[in-house]
């Protein structure tokens, strides 16, 4: 069986629901402390279709997922997002404010004044269709701009905001696996979706697994245990074989530019 596809994502499912996983938002996991609670996160990237295919899996199966949408022309379709809720799932807001508003404007108060008036009127826009109180950085591999940095001069929290999921979760007891490159060790190939060395138990050996069949099996022997956030890109996810292929083969070539990036800094 292929990895990435829809019917291995509903095993996934089938396997955390099986060995007692409760399935959480974000809201509720950064204030309950169980030790068998999982996040599962959708980073939102580009077609949106895909995420609502998700999202209907997750709605059958009766749990609940967090959404994290940009508010670009790609991520944003006002249709789906509205489907999404409705379905009873998180949203979030994906923001990427400072890397947009640095391809207008230099380095200066121009620009964070620019990019903190951008994230208002994006979070405004989408509590149109939820009460957004969880945010999430979107980090471009294309430019050095981190959209975190403009937390140095802002304080989200005034925004009405509870959670920044890279900023206000204690990773040194939560195992974070992203699909970030399509793999989940992509380390050499994610260059901002990730958690310092110094506090996220995904840096360890013991965790470094290439597909998703090695976690089903991690999580079915118990090598995986206690809290989990799976950061899941509905893009990379579908059971069409022309879609399926065209994923593989554009992530095998961003995959090879951003190691070109990475090693030059």
């Known amino acids: ?10 095993r996934l499912l089938d396997v955390l629901k099986e060995n007692g996983y409760e399935f959480q938002t974000f809201e509720k996991f950064i204030i309950n402390n169980n030790v068998s609670a999982v996040v599962l996160r ?9 995420a609502l295919k998700m999202a209907e899996i997750e709605y059958d199966f ?12 790609v991520s944003n379709n006002p249709e789906i997002i509205r489907k999404v809720v409705e379905m009873g799932h998180e949203l979030a807001y994906h923001y990427d404010d400072l890397s947009r508003m640095a391809k207008a404007y230099p380095p200066g108060d121009e620009r964070l004044k620019s990019a903190i008036n951008s994230f208002r009127k994006n979070l405004d826009y989408l509590r149109r269709f939820y009460p957004i109180k969880v945010i999430s950085m979107h980090g471009d591999p294309w430019q050095s701009i981190d959209n975190r ?13 509870i959670c920044e999921v890279y900023l206000d979760i204690d990773y040194s007891s939560v195992l974070y696996l992203t699909d970030t490159g399509r793999r989940w060790n992509g ?11 110094d506090k996220g138990m995904v840096h360890g050996a013991e965790y470094n697994y290439r597909t998703t069949r090695e976690i089903i099996s991690a999580i079915k022997s ?3 245990k206690g809290r989990i956030i799976l950061n899941i890109h509905p893009q990379r996810w579908t059971g069409a074989p022309l879609p399926w292929l065209k994923e593989l083969v554009w992530q095998n070539i961003k995959n090879a530019v951003k190691v ?3 090693a030059s800094k």
């Open 222 to 224: 118990g090598k995986i």
């Open 1 to 10: 069986m292929a990895d990435f596809t829809l019917k291995l994502f509903r």
């Open 260 to 262: 070109i990036i990475s």
């Open 149 to 161: 940095d403009l937390w140095h001069y802002f304080n989200y929290k005034s925004e009405g905001v």
């Open 187 to 197: 380390s050499a190939t994610n260059i901002r979706d990730k958690i310092p060395m």
């Open 62 to 73: 009766g749990l609940k997922a967090s959404y994290h949408v940009r508010a670009d022309k």
């Open 42 to 50: 959708h980073d939102v990237d580009k077609y949106p279709l895909r």
